[in-house]
């Protein structure tokens, strides 16, 4: 089992920056991708940046050039910044881990195996 617990959300205005927080634990290994989701009531969940643990990383186009994933791997915390935001990155967003991963595309494309943190609702005014 692998928990995971967001924190950092929050309302900021369009342009501005926002780092959210994911506290990792359980049983992480080498294989372990962690990424981040996000969510639109009625939309689909949609997969915004992973990292592997030797520090691979895939960012959606979506957010290219404005959201960096970064990871403590010593304190086994996830981080997503977030620069230049825009109203259309509102969404819930949800810290994932999938063990048996050997690159973040294979995270960031779904699957049945995925762990889920609660989610952290970021709010971007206009």
């Known amino acids: 089992q692998v928990h995971l617990q967001e924190s950092g959300g929050g309302s900021v205005q369009a342009g501005g920056s926002l780092r959210l927080s994911c506290q990792v634990s359980?049983?992480?290994?080498?294989?372990?991708?962690m990424g981040w989701f996000r969510q639109v009531p009625g939309k689909e969940r949609e997969g915004v940046a992973a990292?592997?643990?030797?520090?691979?990383?895939s960012v959606a186009d979506s957010v290219k050039g404005r959201f960096t994933i970064s990871q403590d791997n010593t304190e086994n915390t996830l981080s997503l910044h977030m620069s230049s935001l825009k109203p259309e990155d509102t969404a819930m967003y949800y810290c994932?881990?999938?063990?048996?991963?050997?690159?973040?595309?294979?995270?960031?494309?779904?699957?049945?195996?995925?762990?889920w943190g609660q989610g952290t609702q970021v709010t971007v005014s206009s």
């Open positions: 990292i592997t643990r030797d520090g691979l990383t």
């Open positions: 994932a881990a999938e063990n048996f991963c050997s690159y973040p595309e294979a995270l960031l494309r779904g699957g049945p195996f995925i762990y």
């Open positions: 359980g049983n992480i290994d080498s294989h372990t991708c």
